[in-house]
């Protein structure tokens, strides 16, 4: 990897938007560069597309209304991806394709306005909720070509509403929306993959606790000139216990046996990514995949992540279920780990091994 240099300092680079960067015309400095040209050959296409994609359909029915052997079939094939992809593309979830079309319209149209309204919602370099990029990471690490709209939306007292876009002026209902399937989905993912590892539907429901936290990240990626040395996103797992993720156009990547696949563009499919604390609780049957997104020179990107993470100051741990003498636990119970996870993601590190029995 091409070390980045430093010609301004990121404090003052991450000031700025990416997007003005490119309306600028201007090649992207040297703190945003952090691949060489010998790694682009994983832009080849054959590299997309093995990645498990499950309709969820049959478990959003009553069991008359399903036969058992279909639901036994589905929970089979979510165990098999988690176990081995860390994720899986669900197609069947529930939410209507208008609503969809909406979420990424609302993300576009709020992406597509002048700077100055933008940056009403803006962030300090250093704060995480608004509008701008992740906080500086710390030095030497490289900047992502991307802008973000990072949003806590559950439990509602969590909402900071000043961030929260006046325009679009559909944004806000939308989101809303959103947030009330994400909750339904994410109870629905959550029970279908305890029932997957023979556990009680409601298990990991109770690690996260009855205060949960979703968070919504819009992002965009401008295109770019130098795709062969920028990333939209750097190498990273998540520190939620899952995330469930919309995009538009292909970019995103995850990485198996060292190889990394594209995520197939799905408009009304959405990817479920497992994070840290997932695998933390599944005693590490389940993997928390790490993921990128590539830039492009040609075409510009957007996509909604939203982060289901556990109640704040909310002790997790391995299942018990999951562990006996031939499958000791993995890992020791841990509190508020998405902020250990953070401290490591600014220095380019997995965090993962601070949560090892």
């Keep these: 990897m091409a070390e980045a240099s430093v010609d301004l300092p990121a404090e003052i680079l ?5 997007q003005e960067m490119v309306l600028d015309n201007k090649e992207p400095p040297a703190p945003y560069k952090c691949r060489d040209d010998a790694d682009s050959e994983d832009d080849d296409p054959i590299s997309m ?3 498990p994609l499950i309709d969820l359909g049959c478990l959003l029915l009553s069991t008359s209304e399903v036969p058992a052997q279909e639901i036994v079939e589905v929970l089979e094939k979510i165990n098999a991806a988690l176990s081995s992809w860390g994720c899986f593309q669900a197609i069947g979830h529930g939410i209507s394709n208008l609503l969809l079309d909406k979420v990424r319209q609302i ?29 500086v990471p710390e030095e030497g ?7 973000r709209l990072f949003l806590n939306v559950q439990p509602e007292d969590q909402r900071n509403y000043k961030f929260w876009p006046m325009n679009p002026e559909s944004f806000r209902d939308v989101l809303l929306e959103y947030t009330d399937e994400m909750k339904r989905v ?14 009680h539907e409601n298990c990991f429901l109770k690690q996260f606790g009855e205060r949960s936290q979703l968070q919504a990240r819009f992002n965009y990626y401008s ?16 520190g939620s216990g899952y995330t469930i993720i919309m995009q538009d156009e292909v970019g995103l990547q995850v990485l198996k046996d060292d190889k990394w696949y594209k995520i197939p563009k799905n408009p009304h499919a959405l990817l479920v990514l497992m994070a840290d604390q997932m695998e933390i609780m599944t005693n590490g049957i389940f993997k928390s995949p790490v993921h990128r997104v590539l830039s492009n020179s040609e075409r510009d990107r957007i996509s909604v992540a939203v982060f289901y993470t556990p109640e704040v100051g909310k ?3 391995p299942e018990d279920g999951l562990v006996n003498e031939r499958t000791p636990k993995l890992f020791k119970m841990v509190k508020d780990y998405a902020d250990t ?6 220095r380019g590190m997995r965090a993962l091994h601070t949560a090892q029995a």
């Design 14 to 18: 991450l000031s700025k938007r990416v």
């Design 49 to 51: 597309s093995p990645i």
């Design 107 to 135: 993300s576009r149209e709020f992406f597509a306005q002048p700077m100055e309204e933008k940056k009403k919602y803006a962030k300090t370099v250093v704060d995480f909720e608004g509008y701008g990029a992740d906080p």
């Design 141 to 147: 690490q490289s900047l992502d070509w991307s802008d």
């Design 186 to 199: 994410t109870e629905l993912i959550s029970r279908a993959m305890a029932k997957s590892l023979n556990l």
């Design 223 to 238: 295109p770019c000139k130098r795709p062969d040395l920028v990333l939209g996103l750097k190498p990273h797992s998540d």
């Design 315 to 317: 002790e997790i741990g």
């Design 341 to 346: 996870h953070f401290g490591y993601y600014q």
